[in-house]
């Protein structure tokens, strides 16, 4: 029997290997001739990942209404977190190097625009992650804060668009995916409420 | 085939050079895939033995040259910047001989306006010409008078030693006042034109890559603010120079245009 625990510490450690193989790359050389920009563009891919994956938590859960799953989502949406923090210091301190070069990179530069409000409306969701947040904040606003995931991916998603050259059909699979999730998402909390009124 | 005697080039920037290791391992040759170690992983199938450019259009001696007669050509060092309009900029040393040589050999008509090169088409030795990333074959073009610049070379070595496939052999331009895209790798043909032709760059996105792709510091690329650039392998951001900073030698080949609209 698989319990809600096992779930949170397989999500808790499964989401850090990946950032714990690029650091272990890192270290031994195998990043190739440029590792910075190896770090910049694989931690970017971990954020993305995981921040489309702790959206499908809930999909997966209403698809195969099994409850365990859900106690995944907020292990999924920290790490998310994280990998975007690493992505943003990365750029910041070893793409950029110096705060006027960044500064004049982000008010240019409309990808750049978009993934530090993708970051910026991530931040108070990682920040109210713990049980004491949201005891603090009441579940309804809690719940309504952390529809920002919704606008943060669509941000997200465009950043990376806006970068890639080669790879926007993998992008255009991700927004096709989330707005699947998102409609999903819409569908169920109507009839929902349908059900509820009746 | 190393080319023969190499005399100290003129032009020659001091700054410190960029590892071989980085120069050969980091590379954009989108026939071989567009990843940087797609090159060196891909480039040793490209067959360079025998190797010939045939020259036509408005020239008075078109023909085949084959790549003995171009190595024989005195050459000489030329110690450039690389800068790629991706915003990441290497100083390498390549041998070669001006591209001048070549032209003043087949003597171009009064008619002939623009060079053409284009790079080998060959899917069965370049796995992504088996895609459509980009118009197969890759071209590139240069204005009469930037052929004629006694800065622009073709390069036939770098690092002492002939060019490694994944940079281009046995022959490729080098423009070093122009973001790397111009300066095309592995060519095969090379016509003589009046008209301007379109780069293969600049008919997948016309808005990113334009004709003359001069190293600008205000024009903006989409994706890449131009302003400052990445000196690989550690040689940390820094302001990028108008023409790359050729200026000096290459700003009068533009007097009276408009380099915003002309990038």
Redesign the interface.
Known sequence: MISPRLVRCLAWTGSALPGLLILGRWQVGLL???P??ALLHQTGRLALFFLMASLAVGFLHFLSGWNPIVAARRPLGVWCFLYALAHLLIWLIL????PA?AW??AR????VQLGLAAFLLLAPLALSSSDRALRWLTHPVWRRLHLLVWPAAALALGHAW??S??ENPRVMVMAALLVMLAMSRIGWTLAHRLRNTR | LLPRAVAAGRFSTDEPVTDPAVATGYCNFFEFGPAKDDPPQLAHAMRTDPWSVAVSGEVERPGNLPLETLLSFPQEDRIYRLRCVEAWSMVIPWTGFPLSALLDLVQPTAAARYVEFETLFAPDQMPNQRTNALDWPYREALRLDEAMHPLTILATGMYGEPLPNQNGAPLRLVVPWKYGFKSIKSIVAIRLLRERPVGSWQARAPREYGFFANVNPDVRHPRWHQATERRLQDGGRIRTEMFNGYGDEVAHLYSGMDLNEHY
């Open positions: 190739g001739v440029v910075t920009e793409d950029q190097g110096h070069f004049a990179e240019m530069m409309r990808h806006a970068v050259r080669f």
